[in-house]
T-cell receptor, first 112, second 109 residues
């Protein structure tokens, strides 16, 4: 089944404790991205990757890092999480040149 | 990147046809119009995409006038399960899109 998976789905952590949210897709998509969604707002893009070893900042990259060592994986790293990073995070992937994005189930993060 | 404007919320009843209009006055020649649906605590799901005139699939229809400055998503005979947030996005297929707050559609019995 074609899908985007994220882990963990729920995470509670404390300020400053490094964490990684994994994202994996099995559709051989070149393009992957991370979004955050806060109440009443649409999705805001954090980082995106056009292909392996190619990443770029989205609209709200501060406090986040990403890597794209393999085509299928695109982890999101919070080196020193802060409470303002409490949010719902979505990973997405698509083929280059095609708008249709496939989203993961989301990761709900609470930073205390 | 073209900005879109859509109603914040809409109500309708089961069995009715629902039309959600999106305004995109600054749409560029290469831009497509795409609609996504999002249920609470789930990732958005692609509904339909079009460039001009009318597009129909098994879920919805998309009407785009000749000037392409607006578009209308039409959901036929809605049910309670169509309650969701609907996003209208405009952009070239190779560029990033800006997500607005969407239209919160509530279907009543």
């Amino acid at each position: 089944e074609a899908q985007v998976t994220q882990n963990p789905r729920y995470l509670i952590t404390v300020t400053g404790k490094k964490l990684t949210v994994t994202c994996s897709q099995n559709m051989n998509h070149e393009y992957m991205s991370w979004y955050r969604q806060d109440p009443g707002l649409g999705l805001r893009q954090i980082y995106y990757s056009m292909n392996v070893e190619v990443t770029d900042k989205g609209d709200v990259p501060e406090g986040y890092k990403v890597s794209r060592k393999e085509k299928r994986n695109f982890p999101l790293i919070l080196e020193s999480p802060s409470p303002n990073q409490t949010s719902l995070y979505f990973c997405a992937s698509r083929m280059t040149g095609v708008e249709t994005q496939y989203f993961g189930p989301g990761t709900r993060l609470l930073v205390l | 990147l073209a900005k879109t404007t859509q109603p914040i919320s809409m109500d309708s009843y089961e069995g009715q046809e629902v039309n959600i209009t999106c305004s995109h006055n600054n749409i560029a020649t290469n831009d497509y119009i795409t609609w996504y649906q999002q249920f609470p605590s789930q990732g958005p799901r692609f509904i339909i995409q079009g460039y001009k005139t009318k597009v129909t699939n098994e879920v919805a229809s998309l009407f785009i006038p000749a000037d392409r400055k607006s578009s209308t998503l039409s959901l036929p005979r809605v049910s309670l399960s169509d309650t969701a947030v609907y996003y209208c996005l405009v952009g070239d297929k190779n560029y990033q899109l800006i997500w607005g707050a969407g239209t919160k559609l509530i279907i009543k019995p």
